[in-house]
Structures are given as structure tokens and as C-alpha cells.
């Protein structure tokens, strides 16, 4: 059964405020991203953005976690592609040598991240999708046999995530550090 066409609009509208969150927060910082500027890039009056969600931040929000489970979830199908825990690492370290740094996904987590230290719900949120990359991750590593595997798919991850926040100061950090230095972990 389709929808209305009504409610299909108002899907279409929802969606169009959710990409221009994820376009904005990188592009101009989460604080600076107001009811007004949201509404234009997304091509609808201020009073939408209310309409559509209880508040501004509750859309960032929403915006920002939903890109962040897609990043989340990029890297799994990888895993079926490879054998080893050293070859999952190379496969988590090739998942993230397209983003430089200061690209807009990564402007989008660190913004994210520093956020989060001063809101409990999007806090909760990345928690959520952080938990469940280590719990997936890590029982992958524990079916072959790594030690401590949701504690080494953690420190996987916030591994990577440092090497992205360097790459954001200078090119030089970061980009090259060589797989076998994580490799370590799960050997």
C-alpha cells in the first residue's frame, strides 16, 4: 500500500532537512548551524524545521547519528571478504584512507565528538553505534581465536579514530603509518 501523497512530501521534506544537517555541521560547526540557514540549504520556510522535529537539535541530531551508523556499518561487508584478523585491519585502515582529515565526514565526527561531551543524547547515540561495531567486531575477532577480541576491536577503533583526528592537522600525520603496527594487536 503507498502512502499518502501528503505524507510522501513530508518524507521528502524530512529527508531534505536530514541531508542539509549532514551537509551544514561540517561545513559551518554544529553551534553555528541555525534554524534559518538549515531551512534555506534545505529549500523550506523555519517554521518546516519545527514542524518536522521537536527542535533544532533534536534534527542535528538525528542527522549526524544516521550518518555515522553508515560510516559504521561501511566497513562490515569487508570482513566477509577477508580471512584473517590481519587482513581485517588492513580492510578497517583501507575503509578510512579516503577521508583526509578535513574532509566533510570527518569534520562531521569530530564535530560529533566534541558535541557530544556536552549533550547526553547524542552522546548515548554514538555510545550505541560504537558498542555495536565492538561487539560485532569483536566476536569476528574471537571466532578466529584473538584474545581480549571486543577489547582489541575497541582500541582498533579508537586508533583509527586519532589517526583521522591527526590527519586533520597536517597530511603528514597519520597517513602513513604502516598496518603492521596494528596488525600487532591481533596477531
Request: proline share 5%.
Amino acid at each position: 500500500m503507498a502512502g499518502s501523497p501528503a505524507a510522501e512530501r513530508g518524507q521528502a521534506v524530512r529527508r531534505r532537512l536530514l541531508e542539509a544537517a549532514v551537509a551544514l555541521v561540517p561545513e559551518l560547526g554544529w553551534s553555528a548551524v541555525s534554524t534559518r540557514i538549515l531551512a534555506d540549504r534545505a529549500g523550506v520556510t523555519p517554521s518546516v524545521v519545527h514542524y518536522h522535529f521537536p527542535s533544532l537539535q533534536a534534527l542535528l541530531i538525528e542527522a549526524v547519528l544516521g550518518a555515522m551508523r553508515e560510516v559504521a556499518v561501511a566497513f562490515e561487508p569487508a570482513l566477509e571478504t577477508v580471512g584473517t584478523p590481519a587482513g581485517a585491519v588492513d580492510a578497517l585502515l583501507a575503509s578510512v584512507g579516503e577521508y583526509s582529515g578535513t574532509d566533510p565526514m570527518s569534520l562531521l565526527f569530530a564535530e560529533a565528538y566534541l558535541t557530544a561531551t556536552r549533550d547526553d543524547t547524542l552522546r548515548e547515540g554514538i555510545r550505541e553505534i560504537l558498542a555495536g561495531m565492538r561487539t560485532r567486531f569483536g566476536g569476528w575477532l574471537a571466532e578466529r581465536g584473538v584474545a581480549e577480541a571486543e577489547d582489541t576491536a575497541a582500541v582498533l577503533f579508537a586508533a583509527v579514530d586519532g589517526l583521522l583526528l591527526h590527519r586533520a592537522l597536517g597530511p603528514e600525520l597519520g597517513r602513513d603509518i604502516s598496518p603492521s603496527v596494528l596488525r600487532r594487536l591481533v596477531g
